[in-house]
């Protein structure tokens, strides 16, 4: 149960050592309660921010949310395995050329063993944050929010056993396009 301190006196965040412990009227702010919840993700706080933000744009756009199935996806985990899957797509049946070689570095990067599903998890996600990683974190392009929510429509898409290849091919364009717009 959270604790209630709303209407204590404000606690001055001074080290006992202090002259002025006693004297809170040197303090500028008051200290208020607060809950903040704090998940421990072992991936790079500017990736995280920036797949957060790319979803955000995604969600605010009436036909890329309709395409990408964000709505389908909970939580930044599983968006994270469905952009891996993406990029284990491409990796795999992709067509030649520059985006089929970050793709190939990105997989060969972050390896799954084939005896471990939860490899296999862990393995997508890390392709997935590669993927925001590489492609996103050094600039922007207008193209973002579509190349994000085409992968994420290829690997919802994929995890359910289903391979567009004009989907696929489309993608690996706009990728390439992203790429050469930076």
């Not at 209630?4 to 606690?11: D, L, T």
């Not at 973002?144 to 992968?151: L, S, V, W």
């Amino acid at each position: 149960m959270p604790l209630n301190i709303s209407n204590q006196q404000p606690v001055p965040v001074l080290p006992s050592w202090s002259p002025s412990v006693a004297d809170s009227s040197t303090l500028k702010n008051s200290i208020t309660g607060a809950i903040i919840k704090v998940k421990n993700y072992p991936c790079d706080f500017r990736v995280i921010k920036k797949e957060k933000s790319l979803s955000d744009s995604v969600k605010s756009n009436v036909h890329l949310k309709s395409h990408s199935y964000i709505d389908s996806h909970i939580s930044q985990g599983e968006r994270f395995r469905s952009l891996g899957m993406a990029v284990t797509v491409v990796y795999n049946i992709g067509k030649d050329g520059e985006v089929k070689k970050e793709a190939e570095t990105i997989c060969k990067k972050h390896p799954k063993k084939q005896d471990n599903d939860i490899s296999l998890y862990h393995s997508l996600n890390k392709r997935g944050q590669d993927f925001i990683s590489t492609s996103f974190l050094k600039t922007n392009s207008q193209l973002d929010a579509t190349n994000y929510a085409q992968a994420l429509n290829i690997g919802h898409d994929a995890k359910n056993g289903v391979l567009d290849p004009f989907l696929i091919n489309t993608f690996q364009e706009v990728w390439q396009l992203r790429n050469n717009s930076i």
